[in-house]
Nanobody, 122 residues
Framework: QVQLVESGGGLVQPGGSLRLSCTAS????????MGWYRQAPGKQRELVAT???????TYADSVKARFTISRDNAKNTVYLQMNNLKPEDTAVYYC????????????????WGQGTQVTVSS
């Protein structure tokens, strides 16, 4: 059974920083694409950032230049460094990992963490 466990969320003032971590355990490949999503109250879950096994990254426009995603393949861990946080960043942040479908040889399903709350407020 694959599990993703997030940590690092909390309450921070506008302009502050947080670093989220997500560690995968179980049978998941250490080179699976991974990412972070978030869901704010009353809104749909949205992509924040993604990272491939060779550290190619993508970011939502709203977080570019403020957030940085990184990973340690040996540890099956992905990080999200969040700087200059804004109230609109308040959301539950979910770790994502793409699962390899061995039957067809492609990454075509998702594993999700429980989520960690990030609240940006003065």
């Amino acid at each position: 059974q694959v599990q993703l466990v997030e940590s690092g969320g909390g309450l921070v003032q506008p302009g502050g920083s947080l670093r989220l971590s997500c560690t995968a355990s179980g049978t998941i490949s250490r080179i699976s694409p991974m990412g972070w999503y978030r869901q704010a109250p009353g809104k749909q879950r949205e992509l924040v950032a993604t990272i491939t096994s060779d550290s190619s990254t993508t970011y939502a426009d709203s977080v570019k230049a403020r957030f940085t995603i990184s990973r340690d393949n040996a540890k099956n861990t992905v990080y999200l460094q969040m700087n200059n946080l804004k109230p609109e960043d308040t959301a539950v942040y979910y770790c994502n990992a793409r699962g390899l479908n061995l039957r067809v040889g492609v990454y075509d399903y998702d594993y999700w963490g429980q989520g960690t709350q990030v609240t940006v407020s003065s």
